[in-house]
């Protein structure tokens, strides 16, 4: 950094781990360990969990879930992991239970 | 886009100027670039970030300064404007593995020092049953290797584990003292475990046997003195009214003499400063300098206000003035590279060294609890035999639903108060036990004392840039050498926060 110096250890490890590494160019890439839609068969990708086509994307009930909890999909579902874990608690079953859902106001 | 500067304290030392991000609890210095950028989005409501662009667009450093400006959102020091606080923070995985477990091996004591909270109004313990039978003055060593054996089991992976003899006076019960360091050896043998121990006493019964026994299982003493005999014997006394000092300070020579000899852990000196009895430069000259105590700590005495010892607040700065004379001091032994036995001084800089972030102001309830004569867990220490705060028995084990309650309450998320102060990464609020004192809420921030807080965190702010300007090697015997390793290999660690939110280191 030439403007702003790191003293104390937390900044050293700022500088280090985050500005050094924002640097560097990255492919996009799955997460280590590896998962997603080209590792793990789920609903509303290539194949059903059974194996076949049956349960694939549609209707979007079908999917819901699949836009944030196993794969990475950029749909317009809350963000569960931190603004709004329980959007979806009142819904275990999207196809019965979709009118439940919680409204998200952002 | 509108950025703007998050939560931070500016302060110039010898001409050089630094600053401390809250947020992330990083230390950076600033030269006239970095000053001027920082300025610039130090603005109520932020600042557009084009047009910030556009009234630089003449600049011919205008690529430096926007990497500069990255830096500084990295590092937490500048946001977007109206950025969404953080989530806050859930607790670390639960059950935390325990650390240091401190055992109350009695509730008696040889003195009547007339501060001790252990018999005035400030006492939060009651030590009778509920059938109105009064418990055990003297923890059994049974209850003692019980306890024992509930630390080595509760600290699951965790390979470092500490017990703390407290008491009232712990000498008095030394037979369970020595059974418990006995059983706890074995134990960390036979699970390739290390087992430090630790202890607190008045001095008044270090024998021979006592002082071999100590410094050959390398504890760590702390011996609770309060100056030279005119300070020391004018509160902590015998039964009699007869002041301590004189028996005392013999043992003590001969302790420190032997612990030196045998290259034992540092001795420390437990200082309580009450009510006209806030010379801490000469109680630190008198303890440090002439017994040879290695550290010297200082605590203000816990009392209700109309106590006549209680501190007021005038007193409360007066000590504020001393400790910066005495930082002073500090500052010339680490120009000279020479360690400083200052211990709440060596404690403040070495957490602003490492970048300290606290989520909870101490490690109670979390990787520390306390243990009753009669097994019963509490937060600390200081919170044994409170019912209230009672987690479990160390023959039962601990109440994981209570702890996490508790923890949750007094996480820091909770204390909306601290969250527009600059010291928070050190205070998170304060301590439990004196919130308890004061406003009957374990978990509620500790306001009375914010003012203080932050001046004394000032202080050690400016001393640390002081000791960066003139000799920054001395710092490295405080750094954290995983954190120091980890950002060596630029490899990213778990779960590291983002600069700007709650790093946990």
Not at chain 2, 237 to 250: C, H
Request: charged share 25%.
């Amino acid at each position: 950094m030439k403007h702003l110096f790191a003293v104390n250890q937390k900044a050293r490890m700022i500088e280090g781990i985050v500005i050094q590494k924002a640097q560097q160019a990255h492919a996009m890439m799955a997460p280590d360990p590896p998962f997603g839609c080209t590792t793990m068969f789920s609903p509303g990708w290539e194949v059903d969990s059974s194996g076949g086509t049956h349960g694939l994307c549609t209707p979007i009930e079908r999917d819901l879930y699949d836009c944030y909890h196993t794969c990475y999909w950029p749909a317009q579902v809350p963000d569960a992991l931190t603004n709004s874990p329980n959007w979806a608690k009142s819904c275990g079953a999207p196809v019965n239970d979709w009118a439940s859902i919680d409204l998200v106001f952002p | 886009m509108k950025l703007a500067a998050s939560l931070h304290r500016r302060f110039v030392v010898d001409d050089v100027s630094y600053v401390y991000a809250t947020g992330s609890a990083a230390v950076l210095r600033l030269d006239d670039v970095s000053t001027s950028l920082l300025d610039a989005f130090a603005v109520e409501g932020g600042r557009n970030l084009a047009e910030w662009e556009s009234d630089n667009a003449d600049a011919d450093d205008l690529v430096d300064r926007k990497a500069t400006l990255d830096q500084m959102v990295a590092m937490g020091l500048v946001r977007p404007a109206g950025e969404t606080a953080p989530p806050a923070s859930k607790l670390p995985p639960m059950p935390f593995p325990l650390a240091t477990l401190v055992l109350n091996v009695t509730n008696k004591c040889n003195l009547s020092c007339t501060y001790c909270y252990e018999y005035g109004e400030d006492r939060i313990a009651d030590s009778t049953r509920a059938d109105g039978t009064v418990k055990a003055p003297m923890m059994s060593a049974e209850t003692a290797c019980q306890s024992v054996d509930f630390l080595f089991e509760s600290a699951a992976a965790r390979r470092d584990v500490t017990i703390t003899f407290f008491g009232g006076e712990t000498l008095l019960n030394f037979g369970t003292i020595k059974a418990a360091v006995e059983h706890a050896e074995e134990r960390a043998r036979a699970e390739d475990k290390l087992v430090g121990f630790s202890l607190t006493t008045n001095a008044t019964l270090l024998t021979d046997e006592v002082v071999d026994f100590l410094v050959s299982h390398r504890f760590g003493v702390n011996v609770s003195i309060d100056g030279d005999q005119k300070t020391h014997d004018r509160h902590r006394t015998f039964k009699s009214g007869r002041g301590s000092y004189e028996m005392i300070v013999p043992r003590i020579k001969g302790f420190i003499a032997r612990n030196k000899a045998a290259d034992g852990r540092p001795i420390g000196a437990r200082v309580t400063l009450t009510a006209g009895m806030t010379g801490v430069c000469e109680i630190y000259a008198h303890l440090h300098g002439e017994l040879g105590f290695d550290e010297v700590g200082f605590a203000p005495v816990t009392s209700a206000k109309e106590n006549d010892y209680a501190l007021s607040d005038e007193n409360y700065w007066q000590i504020l003035d001393e400790f910066a004379a005495l930082a002073e001091d500090y500052v010339v032994a680490a120009a000279e590279d020479r360690p400083h036995g200052f211990s709440n001084l060596n404690d403040v800089l070495r957490e602003l060294h490492q970048g300290i972030n606290k989520a909870h102001p101490c490690g109670a309830g979390l990787g520390l609890l306390g243990v009753s004569t009669e097994g019963e867990l509490g937060l600390c220490h200081r919170f044994v035999e409170s019912g209230e705060h009672e987690v479990g028995n160390v023959a039962t084990g601990l109440d994981e639903e209570k702890r996490r309650e508790f923890l949750e309450a007094g996480h820091i998320s909770t204390k909306v108060a601290c969250h527009e102060c600059f010291a928070r990464p050190l205070c998170s609020g304060g301590c439990y036990h004196e919130a308890y004192v004061r406003y009957e809420d374990a978990t509620k921030p500790n306001l009375h004392y914010c003012e203080w807080i932050r001046a004394w965190t000032d202080l050690g702010l400016r001393t640390y840039g002081r000791i960066m300007n003139a000799n920054p090697g001395y710092m490295a015997r405080f750094e954290d050498r995983r954190a120091a390793a980890v950002a060596a290999a630029h490899e990213p660690i778990e779960n590291t926060a983002p600069a700007g939110t709650e790093p946990t280191l």
